[in-house]
């Protein structure tokens, strides 16, 4: 079976430097081609427009803490599997428990997809879901 | 269990949750498996698990896990797919989700299945049984 030890420290690369707030490391982590999807609106996002936002809540979070990492590497990517804190502005705390797949060339993340429950997303934020 | 039998699990398995076949869901699945989902968040034993499948089979003319994208690791296997649900009034609707498994001796003892439970009604998928 593979033993892709420089996925899985890309991997740790990548999470701890948004933990860290180490926007360099984390941009160096995108290959140039890179689009991330997410569940919650199942579109592809650009690797200019995803690091903006990934910038702006770092600039606006005050912390990005990822816990419980259970991470497999498999032929071309990976998969990390973690729950999600993050404490924002107000001093709100809240988590959501994600699947991050990661597909990789050159030791860098070229697409990447995000399954996580839009439905957790007031336990999250602290914001009501508009009903 | 070599990648080949690996990749084979994973297609049995959707292929019995599919067709709500709880006989080979049982052979499939550890007596001890653990099936946890992002929607109800919280872990499931086996007997669960085949109930969960019966009811979702029950309450739609027919689903299939299609674009299925399956990769292999040591002990398990990752797989995103499209859950397509025909409704009983002829609707149909598409779902996104991906699930990890872990392995062993020809059985899946863990699942891990995230989907959004926004983008769903709950009863298609998690009817009471």
């Given at each position: 079976m593979h033993k892709e030890w420089d996925t899985l420290a890309l991997c740790d690369r990548f999470f701890d430097a948004l933990e860290r707030g180490?926007?360099?490391?984390?941009?160096?982590?995108?290959?140039?081609e890179c689009v991330v999807w997410h569940s919650h609106d199942m579109q592809y996002q650009s690797r200019a427009s995803n690091l903006a936002m990934?910038?702006?809540?770092?600039?606006?979070?005050?912390?990005m803490h990822f816990t419980d990492?259970?991470?497999n590497a498999f032929e071309g990517g990976f998969v990390q599997q973690h729950r999600l804190y993050v404490t924002r502005a107000n001093d709100y705390t809240g988590y959501m428990d994600?699947?991050?797949?990661?597909?990789?060339r050159d030791g860098m993340i070229k697409r990447a997809y995000e399954y996580f429950d839009t439905g957790k997303a007031e336990q999250f934020t602290g914001v009501p879901l508009a009903s | 269990m070599d990648e080949h039998e690996?990749?084979?699990?994973?297609h049995r398995y959707m292929d019995a949750v599919e067709q709500a076949?709880?006989?080979?869901?049982?052979?499939?699945?550890?007596?001890?498996?653990?099936?946890?989902?992002?929607?109800?968040?919280?872990?499931?034993?086996?007997?669960?698990?085949?109930?969960?499948?019966?009811?979702?089979?029950a309450a739609v003319e027919r689903r299939s896990y299609d674009s299925r994208q399956i990769?292999?690791?040591?002990?398990?296997?990752?797989?995103?797919?499209?859950?397509?649900?025909?409704?009983?009034?002829?609707?149909?609707?598409?779902?996104?989700?991906?699930?990890?498994?872990?392995?062993?001796?020809?059985?899946?003892?863990?699942?891990?299945?995230?989907?959004?439970?926004?983008k769903f009604d709950r009863t298609l998928l998690f009817a009471a049984a």
């Amino acid at each position: 079976m593979h033993k892709e030890w420089d996925t899985l420290a890309l991997c740790d690369r990548f999470f701890d430097a948004l933990e860290r707030g180490d926007y360099e490391t984390l941009e160096a982590c995108y290959a140039p081609e890179c689009v991330v999807w997410h569940s919650h609106d199942m579109q592809y996002q650009s690797r200019a427009s995803n690091l903006a936002m990934l910038k702006q809540g770092i600039a606006t979070h005050k912390k990005m803490h990822f816990t419980d990492r259970r991470v497999n590497a498999f032929e071309g990517g990976f998969v990390q599997q973690h729950r999600l804190y993050v404490t924002r502005a107000n001093d709100y705390t809240g988590y959501m428990d994600v699947c991050f797949i990661a597909y990789i060339r050159d030791g860098m993340i070229k697409r990447a997809y995000e399954y996580f429950d839009t439905g957790k997303a007031e336990q999250f934020t602290g914001v009501p879901l508009a009903s | 269990m070599d990648e080949h039998e690996i990749r084979a699990l994973c297609h049995r398995y959707m292929d019995a949750v599919e067709q709500a076949d709880g006989d080979a869901i049982a052979r499939l699945t550890s007596p001890n498996i653990r099936h946890w989902d992002s929607v109800t968040a919280e872990e499931h034993d086996r007997d669960a698990l085949l109930a969960m499948a019966k009811a979702g089979a029950a309450a739609v003319e027919r689903r299939s896990y299609d674009s299925r994208q399956i990769h292999v690791f040591d002990h398990g296997f990752m797989a995103q797919y499209e859950l397509v649900l025909v409704g009983r009034d002829g609707s149909s609707t598409s779902l996104w989700g991906a699930i990890t498994a872990r392995c062993f001796d020809g059985q899946i003892t863990r699942i891990d299945d995230y989907l959004d439970a926004t983008k769903f009604d709950r009863t298609l998928l998690f009817a009471a049984a």
